[in-house]
């Protein structure tokens, strides 16, 4: 059997027995199911402390190094093009993973371009490091076999700075099970005409949480029909109790986390979804979820969401401002008929992201670059 290994980051948390089951983590347990599928051996490998674990019948094998500079890993790098010279084959699940040195046969992922995070400048500020910081990434680009983009958002912002790559990249969006992510009739009785606004995301600032939490403030005390869910883990504890304590001030406001098994429920339940990143930002999961489940969706102008979301068609495209958020929900909070139609637009283009699709793009790279 022909051994794959896949580098990443952080998977399991570096030294704590925590995962948080974000969009990235989700793709790469799915990833590493439809590898098994098709007769392959899986191991993944990420920082920590030296430890090794087992998730989805996977091993999680961790390397004791430090972040380098630049947002690349050089350090990680090369400690695993050492350490996976058993395996056959690499699929590098960050983009800037695969530099200094990449395996011939392997494969490089990009989920979204991640510089237009405003934090960034103070990392490459200066022209001279905005010029290491490319010249690395063009490393990146220039060492594996294909280089895969969730959205056409990261190829078109490449193809205009390093354009020599323009042969190893392949479009595969994201994508969803609309089996399992369906519309469902919800009959609404006298007593239950709230219309419910659902946060699915992180709590974090670049998934424009900080916006939603004011917009809900105002919405709330507006209409005594609005209610606002938050659904979703901080990345410690400390972020999810700051988060219950602003929400038992609040009218209206709920705030919960749930296992991917319970999230189709979660998205039936709703009637408008927001999706208000600021940036970093692929084809979200979590959009795509919504849509399948027959919602509108109000999306932040970031990354790979304008392949998914017409502006007035299925949802609207927005810069996620707090005034901008208020008037695009209570637009669609105020017209039934509006998020019904854009709901089930929403639907109709889901299904051309569906997962099985997904599974045939994959398996067709996977086919030409493990050969």
Known sequence: MKKVALLTTNFFHPTQDRIIMGGAERYQVDLCRLLKELGYQVEVWQIGEGWVKEFDGVKIRSIPVNKSKYNTYLELNTAFYENSMSFDYVIYFILPLAYPIAREKSIAISHGVFWDWPGFEAVAGSQEERREWLRRMSISLAGPSKLVSVDTNTINFFNATLHNYYHKWEYIPNYVDTEIFKPI?????????????????????????????????????????IEFHFCGRGHDDNIEKLMSEWIGKQ????????????????????????????????????ALEAMACGKPVIAGLAGGLSDLVLPGYNGYLIKPTVSNLVEAIEELARNKEKRRLMGKRGREIALTFDKKIWCQRWAKIINEVFR
């Open 185 to 225: 009739d919800r009959e609404k009785n006298n007593e239950d005409e709230k219309v419910r606004v659902l946060f699915p995301r992180r709590l974090v600032p670049v998934r424009g949480i900080n916006e939603t939490m004011r917009a809900a403030e105002i919405l709330t005390k507006r209409y005594p029909w």
């Open 251 to 286: 009218e209206r406001c709920y705030y919960y986390w749930k296992p991917f098994e319970m999230m189709p429920y979660i998205f039936q339940q709703a009637d408008i979804v927001l999706i208000p990143s600021r940036s970093t930002e692929g084809t979200s999961l979590s």
